[in-house]
DNA sequence: CTAACGATTCGCT
DNA sequence: GCGAATCGTTAGT
């Protein structure tokens, strides 16, 4: 078994993190049912700095209280009312800082993926978009505060490594109301693989 | 208590 | 390419 422990994600730098989970493995076991994926494209959000995270300038709320923890906690929100989206909470305590999973290439449990997603095939579709990899995986709001450690879900490391001309660095998605922070190169994903949520 | 609004996705044109 | 779907969180009355 190669878990990644909680070590790993209190690392300081949050855009650095989001950068190297690229290539790490993300599992759910639920009711016994397992899936995973390899993350493929990351968004870093940073507390203190950064316009487009929750959490930014110190604004505590009953929502964002989670990423003000000690890395290697989930944090799961409702967006449009619709997709749940799945983040993991980075860096020490009091540092609110997170990394937006958006796109994984399915691996395990297929099958209870495409029934979760009401699939009957395949698509590149599956689990790209961090709506559509949350619900491919089972990730809800009573995942909220989940810890990483546990084996309810959990991150490996299989070694994976990207050469940098491998990852592509740019601007996040979805996030023009942060002003000059929308155009921060704090998106990284995979160069041309096909799970990736835009082109 | 009320109202506005999303770190999106899917289907239809 | 465009717009609807849909509801918890947040801030303001």
């Not at 020490?92 to 029934?115: C, F, H, K, S, T």
């Amino acid at each position: 078994m190669a878990k990644i422990s909680l070590d790993y994600y209190r690392q300081q730098n949050v855009v650095h993190l989001a950068k190297d989970l690229l290539g790490k493995y993300l599992f759910t076991r639920i009711d016994g049912q397992l899936t995973s994926g390899m993350i493929v494209e990351t968004e870093a959000y940073n507390g203190r700095t950064d316009a487009a995270c929750h959490a930014h300038a110190y604004k505590r709320t009953a929502r964002t209280s989670i990423m003000y923890e000690a890395g290697g906690l989930a944090y799961v929100y409702l967006c449009y009312g619709i997709h749940h989206l799945f983040n993991i909470v980075t860096n020490q305590e009091e540092y609110a800082d997170a990394v937006l999973i958006r796109a994984v290439e399915p691996v395990d449990g297929l099958d209870i993926m495409l029934a979760r997603r009401g699939k009957s095939k395949p698509d590149n579709r599956l689990t790209a978009g961090p709506g559509s990899l949350s619900k491919a995986l089972g990730i809800n709001r009573s995942f909220y505060g989940e810890s990483l450690d546990g084996n309810t879900i959990w991150l490996e490391d299989r070694n994976i490594r990207f050469s940098k001309g491998e990852i592509v660095e740019t601007t996040r998605i979805g996030v023009d109301y942060a002003g000059d922070d929308a155009f921060l190169p704090w998106r990284f994903y995979v160069k041309d693989n096909p799970y990736i949520s835009k082109k």
